[in-house]
């Protein structure tokens, strides 16, 4: 008999530098021989996923190992207009290296999400320039300043939907598989503070982390719950910080090592239904 092809979607979450767990994940995935058909991302999980649909993840994953903290403070163009950064540095970089291009141009489908500052409504971001469509998704409140869409404005998707399962259904994948960086984050602050290895008056920043840890673990738990998927993937890096992209080769390792642990479930699910 022959095996009908199942169209895999993936769905990578928010979570600022535990974002680059997703380069580990994916890399798990295709050497176990599972590649998704499409894939959807909210903020780092956005960026992540734009560059993987262009077939260019080997190159990110290079410069991410590559990243110093020296190197980051360097992308970062402080402002007091909406944000602390503007993030044009950064994204004028990475939109000649890796995010270049229209979406409907990639070699798989992609979609990013977004949140409407004035409706607070979600905004799935399916055409146009990739690198406008990840600078949108990826607008952390607090942190990145707002990007402007036609008439509205649009902040980090995470707000609304941070592992978006919904939007790889509406892309007509037959299985979805969850990236969730989110499962160890409630907490993390306190904990650091218990073992004398975190700062009893947080500043400005950690405060922020902390607080957006705390909605995107409710709203990620609501909305799976409520949009469940086939096969959930959980990096554990609760102890990476909210900037600490520097570290990506740790969390490129947690991403594979995480993947790893899921891929013999996937493999069955797939069997099962083909």
Not at 38 to 46: D, F, K, M, N, R
Not at 108 to 137: C, I, K, Q
Request: aromatic share 4%.
């Amino acid at each position: 008999m022959e095996r009908r092809h199942l169209r895999i979607g993936i769905a990578l979450g928010s979570g600022s530098a535990r974002g680059w767990a997703h380069i580990g994940v994916l890399e798990a995935l295709s050497h176990a021989g599972i590649r998704p058909d499409s894939v959807c991302g909210t903020s780092i999980g956005a960026l992540v996923g734009a560059v993987y649909a262009d077939g260019r993840l080997s190159e990110l994953a290079e410069w991410v190992r590559g990243l110093t903290w020296r190197k980051m403070v360097g992308y970062f163009d402080l402002t007091f207009g909406g944000g602390i950064l503007k993030g044009e540095k950064l994204f004028d970089h990475l939109r000649g290296d890796l995010l270049g291009g229209r979406i409907e141009e990639l070699q798989r489908p992609f979609a990013a999400v977004a949140t409407d500052l004035a409706s607070g409504r979600e905004v799935w971001l399916r055409e146009g320039p990739v690198a406008d469509a990840v600078r949108a998704s990826i607008a952390m409140p607090g942190l990145f300043t707002p990007r402007p869409h036609g008439e509205r404005l649009l902040v980090d998707g995470g707000l609304v939907n941070p592992v978006p399962v919904s939007l790889a259904r509406a892309m007509e994948a037959d299985v979805v598989i969850a990236v969730d960086l989110s499962s160890d984050l409630v907490g993390r602050h306190a904990r650091a503070a218990r073992d004398g290895r975190g700062p009893k008056h947080p500043n400005v920043i950690e405060v922020v982390a902390a607080s957006i840890n705390v909605m995107s673990v409710r709203i990620t738990r609501s909305r799976l719950a409520g949009e469940p998927a086939d096969a959930v993937i959980q990096p554990r890096l609760g102890e990476l910080g909210l900037l600490e992209y520097h570290r990506g080769a740790e969390a490129i390792a947690e991403g594979r090592a995480a993947a790893e642990l899921v891929i013999p479930q996937i493999k069955r699910l797939l069997d099962d239904l083909r």
